[in-house]
Nanobody
């Protein structure tokens, strides 16, 4: 069964850190990444990792977020540091069977995990 399962969401104070894992199972992926939808805003791509190890980040998180993958565990991670109130959103793990970017349509989606940053 093909699925993506996110975890790690929660509430933290501004300036803090969180790490979001996404466990992938049932398929071989070329591209996997994180998207988010903040209250009242459109969904946006946050970070992408392609199989060739290339990455893309939305400008607002550059220098604060990193993306990595543990191939042995088939788990993707989003490390979020220096969190700001604007980072409050539901974060979704998504994957595509071919190379992708932040604006690409994705083939598979997780159910999301809520991140709340208090100032």
């Amino acid at each position: 069964q093909r699925q993506l399962v996110e975890s790690g969401g929660g509430s933290v104070q501004a300036g803090g850190s969180l790490r979001l894992p996404c466990a992938a199972s049932g398929f071989i992926l070329y591209c996997i990444g994180w998207f988010r939808r903040a209250p009242g805003k459109m969904r946006e791509g946050v970070a992408i990792l392609n199989r060739d190890e290339t990455t893309s980040f939305v400008n607002s998180v550059k220098g604060r977020f990193t993306i990595s993958k543990d191939n042995a565990k088939n788990t993707l991670y989003l490390q979020m540091n220096s969190l700001q109130a604007d980072d409050t959103a539901t974060y979704y793990c998504a994957a595509r069977l071919v190379r992708c970017g932040l604006d690409s349509p994705m083939d598979y989606w997780g159910k999301g995990t809520l991140v709340n940053i208090s100032s």
